[in-house]
């Protein structure tokens, strides 16, 4: 009887083993990687696009969102996109991120550009600054002439200038607008760039953290820049930065831990923020592959 007893126990202890061992393998006390390397063949930026929802066991659970809201700091995160037709484009949803409605100067907002598809223009005295996600564009100047904008290509343009994009084929963008601080004597032009063409800066204070790059002009014209900000795995600002300036970001590649005010959040791919003046902000790249964030900042202006 005692033989018979220790081979049942034997047997329970094995079979409650592989019933840890399944559970967690499907989730339940883990969290898989949402890092995916781009060597599998993926677009750049394909997780801003198809993002994952993570932990993997809360897709399916109505209600769940890890999107928040306060009165000085946003993440929005793209299970809780709402996409509606775009005043004046054609053939285009868009999903606003940031607006003044939250206390922003600016927004900031997904374009989804189908077949046959135009932009429209921002309202009189607004600029704009346009980023590619997914796909391709053709940007047609004043004069009809066309450009073709990939992945990482990004266009400015001055305030009530005449512009116009077109998609054959379907198109994600990134799109910033604010109504321009006009500076006497100052006036700024349009920029058509690439991520890859622009230099690496140094950053002051945060030597080694980070790269950055700047995509627009530094010069008392433009009031605001957006940068492009790569982190390798294991790095963290020196500087828990609070400061005057606005921010909308939006993480392009990785993931990671951002804290604003006094809460923390895990990001990753495809997740958006928006920082008020003056709130605490501070990050660290996680994960195993580096992060890459697009970071909107207002510049060149007195506060007053």
């Known amino acids: 009887m005692q033989s018979f007893s220790a081979k049942f126990l034997l047997l329970l202890l094995t079979v409650l083993c592989f019933l840890k061992i399944a559970v967690t393998e499907e989730g339940f006390c883990s969290a898989p990687s949402i890092i995916d390397s781009n060597s599998n063949g993926n677009p750049l930026y394909s997780k801003v ?3 994952t929802l993570s932990p993997s066991h809360l897709q399916d659970l109505p209600g769940f969102t890890r999107s928040v809201y306060r009165n000085d700091h946003a993440l929005i995160t793209p299970e809780s996109h709402v996409f509606s037709p775009l005043p004046d484009w054609r053939n285009t ?3 606003y991120l940031v607006s003044p409605a939250m206390g922003a100067h600016f927004v900031m907002y997904i374009a989804k550009m189908q ?3 135009k932009s429209g223009l921002p309202p009189m005295d607004v600029e704009r600054f346009v980023f590619v996600l997914q796909g391709s564009v053709t940007l047609h100047n004043v004069s009809g002439i066309g450009q073709t904008l990939m992945v990482d290509s990004y266009a400015y343009f001055p305030p009530n200038s005449e512009h116009l994009f ?4 379907s198109a994600t963008l990134v799109v910033f607008e604010r109504r321009y601080a006009y500076l006497e004597n100052h006036i700024t032009e349009h920029v058509v760039g690439s991520t890859h063409q622009q230099p690496l800066l140094d950053t002051p204070g945060e030597a080694s953290v980070f790269q950055l790059r700047k ?3 530094t010069s008392l014209a433009y009031d605001f820049n ?3 900000m790569d982190f390798q795995p294991g790095e963290f600002l020196n500087v828990k930065e609070v400061h005057y300036n606005q921010h909308g970001l939006l993480l392009l590649e990785g993931q990671g831990i951002y804290r604003l005010g006094d809460s923390w959040y895990p990001v990753e791919a495809g997740d958006a923020i928006w920082m008020a003046p003056f709130v605490p902000q501070w990050y660290a790249a996680l994960g195993k592959i580096p992060t890459r964030y697009l ?4 510049v060149n202006r007195n506060p007053l």
């Not at 077109?166 to 084929?169: A, I, M, Q, V």
């Open 49 to 51: 696009i198809n993002p």
């Open 93 to 95: 949803l868009g999903a």
């Open 115 to 117: 077949e046959s598809s």
């Open 166 to 169: 077109e998609s054959y084929e």
């Open 215 to 217: 995509l627009l002009p």
């Open 226 to 228: 957006i940068h492009i």
């Open 295 to 298: 970071l909107y900042k207002d």
